[in-house]
């Protein structure tokens, strides 16, 4: 007798959507299909519902009158508000990486600065998104603040479009390195208050950053094709 695969549950599904949602595999205004992704993840149709209306209420997924469901799409002024509520928690994370730091890590940290570096010197744009992503979850893990990592995880979700339309830009990667470098530097150096400072000049770069870009009004469709270009809310 053949034994059947066990459906996943809600908690799963959830999740599954969630790290789609922040690996920019489903992108700011894709529709969400029930049908599609009780197929793609082998769960029931109710299951799929109820993790919808779990991430509506995370703010990463909105339901459209007659439409159905999409990832939803964040304007300015809320990313700019998630940005300064992301740098007081990063702050409280880079700090306690600081005072905790082994050598084990402050040796992977001096790594990642290094390849972060060539990277930005060498123009490879998605080399040093993936860096960047790497010494985030390093000095996050060293941190041991599990509620922190969580609230960081969701606020990283929600700003998907904003994170990688600035990223994306050109030159922006030789602009960040040095905020990357110093912050790693403080925390390599047992520096609590310097990597605060780091994170937070780091931040207030990003948000002026965000700012100028919202300006340019470059069109959402050339970014994410799979979103409608009705959808560009700036």
């Known amino acids: 007798m053949t034994t059947q695969p066990k459906a996943l549950s809600q908690a799963a599904v959830v999740d599954a959507i969630r790290g789609g949602i922040l690996a920019n595999d489903l992108v700011p205004g894709q529709r969400l299909v029930e049908a599609e992704l009780c197929k793609l993840l ?100 060293v941190a041991d603040q599990p509620v922190a990592e969580e609230v960081l995880e969701r606020l990283r979700a929600r700003n998907t479009r904003h994170r990688f339309r600035l990223t994306y830009r050109a030159g922006r990667a030789k602009v960040a390195a040095p905020y990357w470098l110093d912050l790693v530097d403080a925390i390599c150096r047992h520096d609590p208050e310097g990597a605060r400072r780091a994170i937070e000049r780091h931040a207030e770069n990003v948000q002026e950053a965000m700012k100028a870009l919202a300006q340019e009004r470059t069109p959402f469709a050339a970014i994410y094709p799979q979103a409608d270009a009705s959808d560009d809310a700036e």
Request: aromatic share 4%; with cysteine.
């Open 42 to 141: 082998g769960a029931s149709r109710g299951t799929v519902r109820s993790a919808l209306m779990d991430l509506v209420h995370e703010g990463l997924v909105e339901r459209i009158a007659n439409r159905g469901a999409r990832v939803r799409v964040v304007g300015l002024e809320e990313a700019l508000q998630i940005a300064e509520v992301r740098k007081v928690v990063e702050s409280l994370c880079v700090a306690r990486a600081a005072e905790r730091i082994t050598p084990v890590d402050i040796e992977r940290l001096r790594a990642l600065a290094k390849k972060l570096k060539d990277r930005a010197d060498h123009g490879d744009i998605s080399g040093f998104a993936e860096t960047t992503h790497q010494i985030f979850a390093c000095y996050v893990r």
